[in-house]
């Protein structure tokens, strides 16, 4: 489904990312892990068309989007959850969730993808004309899943899902990324939680210094001695 062959992401004149190539195959979960600066948020922004990509080739579904707009990527099928949420504090839950249908795909099935959403998310129903503002960090994290899946996408690009979570709503939020995987939605996952990333993950990579230096299937990458030094701290 998404094929990321040998990409290259500069800022400026420092490079971020060498020969980077990731896959992502239909209905999976893919993490990238690594530590904080490893470059793995970069990648994400360049899949989405945030970041400019200086070579390399990006395939989504058979189609070459290297060089489109982030727009357009959303338009091909492929969302995000950014780091950090950036949802509209000052619109309604229900406002921010419709915001995330804005791509012409998306907006005939408007109410069908808002009742999805609060099937998977109820907390989301019992709050739609509440800011978003105030809620919790996990509603808010919630409401931000919740507004990509607006979108009908069938990739989903989530950046440090669980970041400043508690432990217990860091559970909910995996649940749910499950929850997504078995609608159907492939999903990149970019996670510092690592072992709970390889939990979830059929398949992982390892960045390092915008480098991958190593890639497999989950559970062996969890028990691998270098994984759990580096980045498990075990």
Same mark, same amino acid.
């Given at each position: ?34 530590? *904080? #600066? ?14 400019? $990509? ?22 091909? #099928? ?5 780091? #950090? ?10 406002? *921010? ?95 510092? *939680? ?5 939990? $979830? ?14 890639? #497999? ?18």
């Amino acid at each position: 489904m998404l094929d990321v062959s040998d990409v290259e992401v500069y800022y400026g004149d420092a490079q971020a990312l060498w020969e980077v190539s990731v896959r992502v195959e239909a209905a999976e979960v893919v993490s990238i892990v690594g530590s *904080n #600066g490893a470059g793995k948020s970069t990648l994400v922004a360049a899949i989405m068309g945030i970041l400019p $990509i200086r070579r390399g080739r990006i395939v989504f579904d058979g189609d070459d989007i290297t060089e489109m707009a982030g727009h357009r990527v959303c338009r091909c #099928g492929v969302a995000i959850v950014p780091e #950090g949420r950036r949802l509209f504090p000052g619109l309604t839950v229900g406002d *921010n969730l419709d915001l995330g249908a804005f791509n012409v795909a998306a907006r005939p099935h408007q109410a069908e993808s808002l009742q999805r959403v609060f099937a998977l998310f109820p907390r989301l129903a019992q709050r739609a004309t509440q800011l978003a503002g105030s809620l919790s960090g996990g509603e808010q994290q919630m409401l931000a899943i919740g507004r990509a899946l607006m979108a009908r996408p069938r990739l989903l690009l989530m950046d440090e899902p669980s970041l400043g979570l508690a432990p217990v709503i860091v559970d909910e939020v995996f649940e749910v990324i499950e929850a997504v995987r078995d609608a159907g939605v492939s999903v990149l996952l970019v996670e510092q *939680n690592v072992a709970r990333a390889l939990e $979830i993950s059929s398949r992982a990579y390892l960045l390092s210094e915008g480098r991958i230096v190593m890639e #497999g299937n989950a559970s062996e990458l969890a028990a691998n001695p270098e994984i759990r030094r580096a980045v498990l701290g075990v």
